[in-house]
């Protein structure tokens, strides 16, 4: 039972670079969502999924771009990795649930850690 | 907006006394709250949620929360501390009518011998 997949685990990229972030979950979750996790700062949500092919902001989405083509997989994209991006980023979904997915818990992936030079 | 404040960065605490914990709410609605655990290096492992039904809810590993709304609080207790409880703890709300699960700026308890 896999759950949420996140690839790779880790990752050092120099500015300017591009790379893709892939987030892979095996429970048939309507919901996914994307946090960048940073000392003192908790985590903060940079982009989200309500379906398949649909996708919305969170609270810092600049520089960030997110697809879900497929049901099962949401991926993260930096066009221009900027040392700012630098942080640990987590992956993770919910079901809808009965009734909307208020109460529905969340599964987390064990994250990437980046850096960027 | 949905939002979560968690008034201590920091808890420290010896081994077999009382943890508290203590997380403050903003919603517009009725919420959802949960608690989630990170031990390092590791990813968010779900404690114990409010969804409105009971306002104690127990967790796992001992820990449980009351949901207080004339407070907009959700602390998080348990009675006994254990080494293996030291960890960071995560504060996070969830709001009718939004997708969005939205976190605090996280506790990290530290359980000394």
């Known amino acids: 039972n896999a759950g949420v997949t996140q690839t790779p685990k880790f990752r050092v990229l120099k500015t300017g670079q591009s790379m893709t972030l892939l987030c892979a979950q095996d429970?048939?979750?309507?919901?996914m969502y994307w946090y960048r996790q940073d000392p003192g700062m908790g985590l903060r949500l940079i982009h989200y999924s309500v379906g398949e092919g649909t996708t919305a902001k969170g609270e810092v989405p600049d520089g960030y771009n997110v697809s879900r083509l497929k049901k099962q997989n949401f991926l993260l994209g930096l066009e221009s990795a900027a040392p700012s991006q630098t942080s640990v980023y987590f992956c993770a979904s919910k079901t809808m649930g009965q009734g909307g997915s208020l109460g529905t818990e969340a599964f987390f992936g064990q994250g990437t850690r980046l850096t960027v030079v | 907006a949905q939002s979560v404040t968690q008034l201590d960065s920091h808890v420290s605490v010896s081994e077999g006394t009382p943890v508290l914990l203590r997380c403050n709410y903003s919603?517009?609605?009725?919420?959802?709250l949960f608690w989630y655990v990170q031990h390092p290096n590791k990813g968010l492992q779900l404690l114990l949620k409010y969804t409105s039904a009971a306002t104690l809810v127990k967790g796992i590993n001992g820990f449980e929360a009351e949901f207080k709304k004339s407070e907009t609080s959700f602390h998080l207790t348990k009675p006994s501390a254990h080494m293996s409880d030291a960890a960071e703890y995560f504060c996070?709300?969830?709001?009718?009518?939004?997708?969005?699960?939205?976190f605090g700026t996280g506790t990290r308890l530290l359980v000394s011998p």
């Open positions: 429970m048939n979750h309507e919901y």
């Open positions: 996070a709300v969830s709001e009718a009518g939004f997708q969005k699960l939205v």
């Open positions: 919603s517009s609605y009725s919420p959802s």
